[in-house]
């Protein structure tokens, strides 16, 4: 059996990931900020569709968490063949570039790029030691977004995050692709989550007016397919790639 590792996966894209994952024959590792006691709902949802499954309570953000969780995975699981780096945050007050505070910049920075970085650094040293399986030792997955290459001036940190969170994408391929351990990055756009329900009368209006041309909300389960298509043995030429999960968001249209 596989092993996955998903940060963030308490909830949303994570936890619909982490469906995906162990509905089609992995063993699913989730780090959440907090015991698997404090998400019922979650558990019990993973728990019914017969996913097999361990959680590890640590904040993506701290040094020590990080490598901690990274330990109790490779603890419970031996080999680790994918990691989805999924845990992000949103700014906690959305204002102007120009106010933006150093404070909340760091906030966001610290989660969604620097503990995307230093999570990967953890469990690709991991992932080189292991045999292969199938054709290859593991597989990466970073969950960015449509805000990678889209401004939104009221939450300028989360568009850095994310564009840095390509980079790093493309870091880790380059260097891990000797190592048969290939890098990918999906980019959802307007997903239906926690997150984006405080803007949701804003996104009802934008996909009223045309401007995602399959015109409805993205669900949690489109990025989920997304993830489980890039760990098949099908990718096995291609490392550094990344895909818009975002109803054609992407595309220019005069």
């Given at each position: 059996m596989k092993n996955a590792l998903i940060t963030g996966g308490s909830r949303g894209i994570g936890l619909a990931i982490a469906k995906e994952l162990g509905t089609n024959g992995y063993r699913v590792g989730i780090m959440?900020?907090?015991?698997?006691?404090?998400?019922?709902?979650?558990?019990?949802?993973?728990?019914?569709?017969?996913?097999?499954?361990?959680?590890?309570?640590?904040?993506?953000?701290?040094?020590?968490?990080?490598?901690?969780?990274?330990?109790?995975?490779?603890?419970?699981?031996?080999?680790?063949?994918?990691?989805?780096?999924?845990?992000?945050?949103?700014?906690?007050?959305?204002?102007?570039?120009?106010?933006?505070?150093?404070?909340n910049y760091d906030y966001v920075m610290d989660t969604n790029t620097k503990g995307n970085m230093f999570m990967t650094q953890l469990i690709a040293r991991k992932m080189i030691e292991q045999e292969l399986c199938g054709g290859r030792r593991g597989t990466i997955i970073n969950?960015?977004?449509?805000?990678?290459?889209?401004?939104?001036?009221?939450?300028?940190?989360?568009?850095?995050?994310?564009?840095?969170?390509?980079?790093?994408?493309?870091?880790?391929?380059?260097?891990?692709?000797?190592?048969?351990?290939?890098?990918?990055?999906i980019r959802p756009g307007v997903i239906q989550t926690d997150m984006t329900s405080k803007a949701k009368e804003k996104y009802d209006g934008l996909i009223g007016e045309g401007i995602f041309p399959i015109a409805r909300w993205g669900m949690p389960e489109d990025v989920a397919r997304a993830v489980m298509a890039f760990c098949s043995d099908d990718f096995c030429y291609t490392t550094g790639n990344y895909i818009d999960v975002d109803g054609g968001f992407h595309i220019r249209q005069l």
């Open positions: 959440a900020t907090k015991p698997e006691e404090h998400y019922p709902d979650s558990s019990r949802a993973l728990k019914e569709a017969g996913v097999s499954c361990c959680w590890f309570s640590g904040n993506i953000a701290d040094t020590e968490d990080r490598k901690r969780v990274a330990g109790q995975a490779a603890e419970a699981f031996g080999d680790i063949h994918v990691l989805v780096n999924n845990a992000g945050v949103a700014p906690r007050v959305r204002g102007d570039i120009l106010t933006m505070s150093e404070e969950i960015s977004s449509c805000s990678a290459e889209t401004v939104s001036i009221d939450r300028g940190e989360y568009c850095v995050s994310k564009a840095g969170i390509s980079m790093l994408t493309k870091l880790y391929a380059a260097r891990l692709a000797r190592e048969q351990i290939y890098v990918y990055e």
